[in-house]
């Protein structure tokens, strides 16, 4: 299905038309039914088998009442199930609303509450339907209806509060199908979607990618190994990734690495975090710019920003300039600021609304609206974040940004992972605190040393911390005020001799 020619991609920005995405999804499926549609683990279904099987669970659905609005929350892992749980409640009509199902069940709890779901698409569990149902229904597809609104999205935000993120557009594939446009993504062919379809930007690549008529190869858990013999086997023309997994692939041995038969790759098409700009530059002189992508936005989507590797080498650490929506820094006051001055990124859509919170109200003037993220522009527009408002650790009067010091942390070749918090000082007010987890042949005189090359010396941290296991999520998030929240109350953490 042609959702529109790249070269028509502003005009078609505005452009409503009313296909409902489960329609368009069926008709997919009678152009090529043979055509593989999904790749998850060891299971592979045609475009036929896929829709089958969404019609199945759409037909299990209405007969639990699932009607247009009607809520269906799906908490399961990545996989076949969850994927056609997906469709089978947009072929209903239903609004699908993705939950954790790693979320410990007193964070769940609240979630569901706000949800509100006709039906729980579960594994287990009292009043929930599982994933298997619908197998004795009609493989024809229910009347073609268009959800309204078309997802709604789980979000922690940096408060830790739940809140839901639910789109105000209907859903119909011209619309869906546009994040396929602003990220790149060629039709046919398949895409490799490497993370938590609990998070916007997965659940947004599988979405396009089907729409766009691609093989879509699902990781159940992401894996950097795997990650590039998927691409090899199955050849992957579009990824999606985050920059820890990044990180994770770059770090694998340079031979296993470069061995990998990666020439079906066009774009690699990273978000969800900043990104180090080591490590971009790494990636860009392993691949070349004109294959590395990246886009800045909020599930709320108020502005996108998008920026290719030969831009960003002309404008390095930026995220782009807007392609949807208007961008301005401010200061504390609201005052706009001028380029190179760090401020608060505030975002408005280019018409009305673009989505309404759940259990959240936003930070808004009206019309502009902020996400807490910090950040300043350059004289041509260039957006480059800095950190999150509530992330900045203020030492001694000076900002100091996490995600930076982070950054230097794991271009050392033992860290894995790193979080830097601020924790209270009597003589600075706070000082960073760097949480690692690294190989056990790195220690703080390392990484003092490694820190101290390339930081200003407020900025190093005073104290250290050695983990076992990962600090990011599998969609590479980190919540830094829940790792400081436990480290407070003590108000001293375990250091290494400083």
């Not at 590797?309 to 930026?318: D, I, K, M, N, V």
């Not at 960073?432 to 987890?437: E, L, R």
Request: net charge negative; charged share 25%.
């Amino acid at each position: 299905m042609v959702i529109a020619g790249a070269a028509e991609e502003e005009k078609t920005m505005s452009a409503v038309p009313g296909t409902p995405l489960g329609v368009a999804l069926t008709r997919l499926a009678a152009e090529d039914p043979a055509r593989p549609a999904l790749t998850c683990g060891t299971t592979t279904l045609s475009r036929r088998e896929l829709d089958e099987r969404a019609n199945r669970f759409a037909w299990e659905l209405r007969d639990h009442g699932v009607r247009v609005g009607d809520r269906v929350a799906i908490v399961l892992p990545n996989g076949v199930d969850f994927v056609v749980a997906l469709l089978g409640t947009w072929k209903t009509g239903g609004t699908p609303v993705p939950v954790s199902d790693r979320m410990p069940a007193a964070e769940r709890g609240p979630v569901l509450e706000l949800a509100q779901p006709r039906v729980v698409v579960a594994e287990s569990g009292p009043d929930t339907l599982p994933p298997s149902a619908g197998a004795d229904q009609p493989e024809s597809a229910p009347p073609g209806v268009i959800p309204e609104p078309w997802k709604i999205l789980t979000s922690g935000g940096s408060t830790g509060r739940p809140k839901l993120i639910a789109a105000v557009e209907p859903g119909v594939a011209e619309r869906a199908g546009l994040f396929g446009l602003a990220v790149q993504m060629p039709e046919g062919g398949t895409a490799l979607v490497t993370a938590p379809l609990t998070h916007n930007g997965p659940f947004m690549s599988l979405t396009a990618a089907l729409l766009f008529g691609k093989h879509v190869v699902l990781m159940e858990r992401f894996d950097a190994a795997e990650a590039l013999r998927l691409t090899e086997r199955h050849r992957v023309d579009w990824m999606y990734a985050v920059p820890t997994m990044m990180h994770r692939i770059w770090r694998l041995p340079e031979a296993e690495r470069t061995a990998a038969d990666l020439s079906s790759l066009r774009v690699v098409f990273h978000l969800g975090a900043p990104i180090a700009q080591w490590l971009k530059q790494a990636w860009i002189d392993w691949l070349g710019p004109e294959r590395i992508w990246e886009l800045y936005a909020g599930t709320e989507a108020q502005a996108v920003t998008r920026i290719n590797g030969t831009e960003w080498l002309a404008h390095r650490g930026s995220v782009g300039r807007p392609l949807t929506g208007d961008i301005q820094v401010r200061d504390e006051s609201g005052r706009p600021l001028g380029p190179g001055q760090v401020g608060q990124v505030w975002m408005r859509p280019d018409a009305g609304p673009t989505y309404t919170y759940i259990g959240a109200t936003a930070r808004s003037d009206g019309r502009w609206e902020c996400l807490g993220d910090l950040g300043y522009t350059d004289a041509d527009g260039y957006l480059y974040l800095t950190d999150r408002d509530t992330d900045m650790i203020l030492v001694g009067g000076s900002n100091v940004y996490p995600a930076e010091i982070e950054g230097v942390l794991e271009e050392h070749p033992a860290v894995r992972s790193a979080a830097v918090i601020g924790l209270p000082d009597d003589d600075l007010g706070s000082v960073p605190h760097a949480i690692v987890h690294a190989d056990g042949d790195v220690d703080e005189a390392a990484l003092l040393a490694h820190l101290r090359d390339r930081l200003a010396p407020y900025k190093v941290p005073r104290t250290f911390e050695f983990v076992t296991e990962s600090l990011r999520d599998d969609a590479g998030k980190i919540r830094r005020s829940a790792l400081r929240a436990t480290r407070l109350p003590a108000e001293s953490c375990t250091t290494a001799g400083r």
